[in-house]
């Protein structure tokens, strides 16, 4: 007999939501548009677009689509091109929102692209 997986919901709720730092290099960016093969093309909260990879430890686990805010690292010797580390669900950005950590114009950009 196989065994129920319950209260799973209430435990990736109470996870730490990874934020935005300068020291690891990681940014805001929108999901402008799926290139395929795992490859994104991705708005950066320094208006640079860059094309984004999603490693194989997210493949997956998240699935992506357009106008999902995104959490990536550039790379420091390509900077056009960067890897995404998480992608936030529309409760964790309500978070963000409330603690204005999210600025306005990347949520104007993703409501116009979803």
Same mark, same amino acid.
């Given at each position: 007999?196989? $065994?129920? #997986?319950?209260?799973?919901? *209430? *435990? *990736? @709720? $109470?996870?730490?939501? %990874? /934020?935005?730092? &300068? ?11 799926? /290139?395929?093969? =795992?490859?994104? /093309?991705?708005?950066? &909260? =320094? ?9 194989? @430890? ?7 689509? +357009? ?10 010797? #390509? %900077? =056009? ?13 309500? $978070?963000?929102? *409330?603690?204005?950590?999210?600025? &306005? ?5 993703? +409501?116009?692209?979803?």
């Amino acid at each position: 007999m196989v $065994k129920r #997986k319950r209260g799973r919901r *209430e *435990e *990736e @709720s $109470k996870k730490e939501i %990874p /934020l935005p730092n &300068q020291e690891e290099g990681t940014m805001l960016c929108v999901v402008v548009r799926l /290139l395929g093969a =795992d490859h994104l /093309l991705i708005r950066c &909260q =320094d208006g640079v677009e860059r094309k984004a990879r999603i490693p194989g @430890s997210l493949r997956r686990r998240m699935w992506m689509r +357009e106008g999902d805010i995104v959490l990536a690292a550039p790379w420091d010797f #390509k %900077p =056009d091109r960067a890897d995404v580390v998480y992608r936030y669900s529309r409760e964790e950005l309500r $978070k963000l929102v *409330e603690k204005g950590i999210v600025p &306005q114009e990347l949520l104007e950009l993703a +409501e116009e692209l979803a």
